[in-house]
Each structure stands twice: as structure tokens, then as C-alpha cells.
Nanobody, 121 residues
Framework: QVQLVESGGDLVQAGGSLTLTCTSPSSISAFHTLAWYRQAPGKERELVAYSVDEGNSNYADSVKGRFSISSDNAKNELYLQMNSLVPEDTAVYYC???????????????WGQGTQVGVSP
């Protein structure tokens, strides 16, 4: 069992920035593939970004160029830097550990409580 704890969510105005942090009592760096998901009200959870072995990052088209995923193995933390936020980014954000197969991210079924991000017009 891997416990994931997300933090950093807030209410910001459009155009603003936030950095989300994910940590765990377990070693998340032991997982070579780490990711962020989000779920907006009334919508399915969607993959926002994932990173393979810290060197290969992939992003949803909706956030490409605005969001950046990174990690700090020494701190055992995963980050999502979000810039130029728009109201459509409003959602609960979840970090994830998993693996990549054939260019597709596959999450393990470990989920935290998430952190709420709200973007006002």
C-alpha cells in the first residue's frame, strides 16, 4: 500500500500560478513513472502529466506549455508547477505512481485525497 498526500491547492485568479506537491511515507522515487491527474466536477479523472525516470515528461494538450512536472528524490516529493492558469483548470488534483507501457501511462490503484485548485475568471 502506498499512501499519497497532495498539497498546495488554492483559489487563484486566471493568469496566476500554483505549485502542487505530492509526498508519501513510502519512497515514491522507487516508482520510475510518476504522474498527476485531475478531476473537475461532473467529469472523469483525466491524466494531466507524467514523467518517466525524471527524463521524459508528457502532458495533456490542454496544459502543454503551461504546466511542468518534476520531482526531488532527496525530498521524496513530486511537483506540478502550473502557470497561466485558466478557469478550466479548476479541479481536484491527484498524484499517481505507476508505469509506462507503449507510451501509455498505467496508474497503480493508489490515490490520495487530492488537493483542490480553483481558478476564478
Amino acid at each position: 500500500q502506498v499512501q499519497l498526500v497532495e498539497s498546495g491547492g488554492d483559489l487563484v485568479q486566471a493568469g496566476g500560478s500554483l505549485t502542487l506537491t505530492c509526498t508519501s511515507p513510502s519512497s515514491i522515487s522507487a516508482f520510475h513513472t510518476l504522474a498527476w491527474y485531475r478531476q473537475a466536477p461532473g467529469k472523469e479523472r483525466e491524466l494531466v502529466a507524467y514523467s518517466v525516470d525524471e527524463g521524459n515528461s508528457n502532458y495533456a494538450d490542454s496544459v502543454k506549455g503551461r504546466f511542468s512536472i518534476s520531482s526531488d528524490n532527496a525530498k521524496n516529493e513530486l511537483y506540478l508547477q502550473m502557470n497561466s492558469l485558466v478557469p478550466e483548470d479548476t479541479a481536484v488534483y491527484y498524484c499517481s505512481v505507476g508505469w509506462s507501457s507503449g507510451g501509455t501511462y498505467r496508474p497503480y490503484d493508489y490515490w490520495g485525497q487530492g488537493t483542490q485548485v480553483g481558478v476564478s475568471p
